[in-house]
């Protein structure tokens, strides 16, 4: 299993010192490669007060230029909301400077504003961000293309060709996980629902695969949020305060929650109703080195993951300083144990 850092480039309220965070992001992927982490990605939204990445092709050549193995990507970028060929070219471009080691996660978007800056009519999104997939995957494959869809007249073919490039895409639903397992494409989770429901959308994935034939390239990355410290005490004291209102916000704005597998959700009407002892069960990555061991394996158990892709730190906090003692002290007492032990003569 693989271990990645999703990084929240944010500085609330106002981007203020925006600048100085995406110096700290660089510094902490740095610190994340030296760590023992596989891979390091970063998200895309728009209009956001607090400057959340709404490009991710500078900062994967940002990235690319200050680590020299580690996998870099993106979980997920909007690939409804950009010309197709301009995102395959855009990905060649960084897969090259990173010298292959580029791994994109797409997903359809959510909010209704995105569409409306781009001018593009979110009741078309699927069938725009399908057709989207198909050309990004036959540009990538460095076909001629003659393509004419609902959206997209497309005639040529794309220079340079990305050498390893992944397509990853993102899901947070049954007709999600079914398209990326028709597409033959890796999908990337959300961070929020619970084991349960990852459980029984990884099985929905991997069927799917089988019905469409494509189960030889499906893969599960895991997308959580956590901590690790001397105990859960520490946890809900530093860190909790800083993510709850970040679930809470995902909570009330994105209407995909599976309430029926989701029974702490009852009763839940604002911020203060999600506690912490209740909300980290089979949800979230945190305590000491011992409980996230522990959490890991029971979510592997379930799911069968590819990837752990952790986000330690997010726009409220903790400090930059906190967050790289967590990112060392995950790569030191976490992920050995989920590495092969060589065996002795």
Same mark, same amino acid.
């Given at each position: ?142 076909? $001629?293309? @003659? +393509? ?5 007249? &497309?005639?040529?073919? !794309?220079?340079?060709? %990305?050498? *390893? ?105 604002? $911020?203060? @109703? +999600? ?5 980290? &069960?089979?949800?979230? !990555?945190?305590?000491? %080195?011992? *409980? ?54």
């Amino acid at each position: 299993m693989k271990f990645g850092l999703l990084f929240r480039p944010q500085d609330p309220p106002n981007a203020e010192h925006i600048r100085e965070r995406w110096q700290q992001i660089l510094d902490a992927a740095q610190v994340a490669e030296e760590s023992g982490f596989d891979g390091v990605f970063v998200p895309e939204h728009h209009m956001m007060a607090d400057a959340y990445l709404p490009s991710p092709w500078a900062a994967l050549g940002a990235l690319s230029a200050v680590t020299d193995r580690i996998e870099l990507g993106t979980t997920i970028t909007l690939l409804p909301l950009e010309h197709p060929i301009h995102f395959a070219e855009h990905a060649a471009m960084a897969d090259v400077l990173a010298g292959g080691r580029i791994r994109i996660g797409v997903g359809l978007g959510n909010f209704p504003q995105e569409f409306e800056l781009f001018g593009v009519n979110p009741k078309t999104q699927v069938s725009r961000f399908e057709e989207c997939i198909e050309i990004v995957q036959r540009a990538w494959a460095g076909e $001629e293309i @003659d +393509f004419h869809g609902k959206h997209f007249d &497309i005639k040529g073919k !794309i220079t340079p060709v %990305p050498r *390893d490039t992944e397509l990853w895409i993102g899901a947070m639903s049954e007709p999600g996980v079914r398209r990326a397992a028709r597409f033959g494409c890796q999908w990337p989770t959300d961070p929020l629902h619970n084991i349960d429901v990852m459980k029984y959308w990884a099985d929905l994935y991997r069927a799917a695969g089988e019905e469409f034939g494509t189960s030889d390239k499906l893969k599960v990355n895991l997308l959580r949020d956590g901590w690790v410290a001397d105990s859960l005490e520490e946890v809900e004291r530093v860190w909790w305060p800083c993510i709850r209102s970040e679930h809470w916000f995902y909570f009330e704005h994105v209407p995909r929650w599976v309430a029926e597998r989701e029974p702490f959700l009852e009763g839940i009407t604002k $911020e203060d @109703d +999600f506690k912490f002892d209740r909300h980290r &069960i089979d949800r979230l !990555i945190v305590g000491s %080195p011992e *409980d996230c061991i522990e959490s890991i394996r029971a979510f592997q158990d379930a799911i069968d993951m590819n990837y752990l892709i952790m986000s330690f730190r997010v726009a409220a906090g903790p400090s930059h300083e906190q967050e790289l003692e967590c990112i060392r002290r995950f790569g030191a007492d976490v992920i050995p144990a989920f590495r092969s032990v060589p065996a002795t003569a």
